[in-house]
């Protein structure tokens, strides 16, 4: 299958998530800044929509000598299932719970359309 038309550009105002069908698939979309990121909507774990779950920017923490030391990459968004916050990469699909993914797709605007690309690859 090759890419599929799923609305204008203007249609995805930023940092908000919006659910798609796609070729029989249900996609949560989502722009951030000025890449815009597609990844199964249906949580692995029990099938939740994560067009309906929370974004935030991917955190991560480490130990030091005075404590926990937490950071925050903009650049890295995140979306949390609605039902019990697993986190998922808008980026990969990757979970911070290990063994769990969704699958991301590659998308990209062509002529103020944006394009979701569900073949392989």
Avoid: K
């Amino acid at each position: 299958m090759g890419s599929v038309d799923i609305g204008a550009e203007e249609d995805f105002p930023d940092r908000t998530m919006r659910h798609v069908h796609a070729g029989g698939i249900e996609i949560a979309v989502c722009r951030w800044g000025t890449e815009i990121f597609a990844v199964r909507s249906r949580c692995p774990h029990q099938a939740a929509l994560l067009s309906e779950g929370f974004l935030q920017v991917a955190l991560s923490s480490r130990l030091t000598p005075d404590g926990v030391e937490v950071d925050a990459d903009a650049a890295e968004p995140v979306v949390l299932c609605p039902w019990h916050r697993w986190e998922f990469s808008l980026r990969t699909g990757e979970s911070t719970c290990p063994g769990y993914r969704v699958r991301a797709y590659p998308v990209h605007v062509d002529d103020g359309r944006v394009l979701i690309h569900l073949g392989r690859g």
